[in-house]
């Protein structure tokens, strides 16, 4: 490539959802490798419309642990948001991990939490998977896709239910206007998952989870049983967040003070990031290899008309219809990571 040269060289396959692909790349004109994630051939105008919201999303957001938004363009006809790179692993690839450095990653993604809420935004979709840990310690919350926001310009239809089954807080499965305590939630989630080494709701659908979510006796009881070698602060966190009512549950900034001043046994986040042995991304893509020129997608000024859910989607993006009785909650969690 030369100097001024706005193309992409698209290298290995970072990760796959239902309506994207997210590959390691080189902007030539920077000389940089950032993050490019490519819609794929013939999905819905809804899937156009979460990319732009993304992007505006992203462009609002000025925090050390969410992605920065680099550019919204086309390649060649295919529609790309384009992020910086942290070359490393995604939360669930490097679970368990040493108590001080699951809670440095948790304080992380509270406090880039917080600095969302505060500005009228709820991820609703935190997840290990949705979490990058990079090579010196570097953590970047991913993927505001479907964060809510009164000025989206997709719509989520408000009869359905949208995120990842094992990471749902107990009222986002009779959705409503969703709080940032969903968001904390979800924490408690992240947080179990980096000390144990698994999934607090080990459920791929809503029915199962909602079965789960009958008590909050079972989530106290599991939480105890499974993180007694912890000290008790930390399993007091744990718990604080997974609170069933939302009410009860502290807020991002204060997860995010309790993980930071917290003593803890084992290394922190950099050091344990210095022994770690990174593998090197191999995976590949259809477009792996491929240099495409960019052209800009379009502005960041949401529509005038907002679009709905494509009905026909309704497994692609994780959510489904209302009323929500244990026996309708059927739809299979699709673990999407776009």
């Known amino acids: 490539m030369v100097p001024g040269d706005r193309r992409y060289r698209l290298g290995p396959l970072l990760g796959r959802g239902a309506s994207a692909e997210v590959y390691r790349a080189r902007r030539g004109d920077l000389g940089i490798d950032v993050a490019v994630k490519v819609l794929r051939a013939g999905v819905s105008g809804e899937a156009l419309a979460r990319l732009r919201d993304e992007a505006r999303i992203l462009a609002q957001l000025d925090h050390p642990g969410i992605v920065?938004?680099?550019?919204?363009?086309?390649?060649?006809?295919?529609?790309?948001?384009?992020?910086?790179?942290?070359?490393?692993?995604?939360?669930?690839?490097?679970?368990?991990?040493?108590?001080?450095?699951?809670?440095?990653?948790?304080a992380a993604v509270a406090d880039a939490l917080q600095r969302a809420h505060q500005r009228g935004l709820v991820h609703r979709d935190v997840k290990p998977t949705n979490i990058r840990v990079g090579r010196f310690g570097q953590v970047r919350l991913l993927d505001f896709g479907i964060a809510w926001a009164r000025d989206r310009e997709a719509r989520t239809a408000s009869d359905v239910i949208v995120g990842s089954a094992p990471y749902l807080a107990p009222e986002r499965l009779d959705e409503g206007t969703p709080g940032p305590s969903c968001d904390v939630f979800a924490l408690g989630c992240l947080l179990f998952e980096l000390v144990t080494g698994r999934s607090l709701f080990e459920v791929r659908s809503y029915a199962l989870h909602a079965a789960r979510l009958s008590g909050q006796a079972w989530v106290d009881s599991?939480?105890?049983?499974?993180?007694?070698?912890?000290?008790?602060?930390?399993?007091?966190?744990?718990?604080?967040?997974?609170?069933?009512?939302?009410?009860?549950?502290?807020?991002?900034?204060?997860?995010?003070?309790?993980?930071?001043?917290?003593?803890?046994?084992?290394?922190?986040?950099?050091?344990?990031?210095?022994?770690?042995?990174?593998?090197?991304?191999?995976?590949?893509?259809?477009?792996?290899?491929?240099?495409?020129?960019?052209?800009?997608?379009?502005?960041?000024?949401?529509?005038?008309?907002?679009?709905?859910?494509?009905?026909?989607?309704?497994?692609?993006?994780?959510?489904?219809?209302?009323?929500?009785?244990?026996?309708?909650?059927?739809?299979?969690?699709?673990?999407?990571?776009?």
């Open 68 to 106: 920065r938004l680099v550019d919204l363009v086309s390649l060649e006809g295919r529609p790309a948001l384009v992020t910086d790179l942290v070359d490393g692993l995604d939360a669930h690839a490097i679970a368990p991990l040493p108590p001080r450095a699951a809670l440095d990653v948790v």
């Open 222 to 338: 599991h939480v105890e049983k499974a993180c007694a070698p912890l000290s008790i602060p930390i399993r007091a966190l744990t718990m604080s967040t997974l609170a069933f009512s939302p009410q009860d549950r502290p807020s991002a900034g204060r997860v995010a003070e309790l993980a930071e001043g917290m003593n803890a046994s084992g290394a922190t986040l950099r050091a344990w990031a210095r022994t770690f042995p990174w593998p090197e991304p191999s995976a590949t893509g259809p477009l792996s290899g491929q240099v495409l020129v960019a052209t800009p997608l379009v502005d960041l000024t949401p529509s005038m008309e907002p679009t709905l859910e494509d009905a026909s989607q309704v497994a692609t993006h994780l959510r489904l219809a209302r009323p929500a009785p244990a026996a309708r909650l059927d739809a299979e969690d699709t673990h999407s990571d776009d």
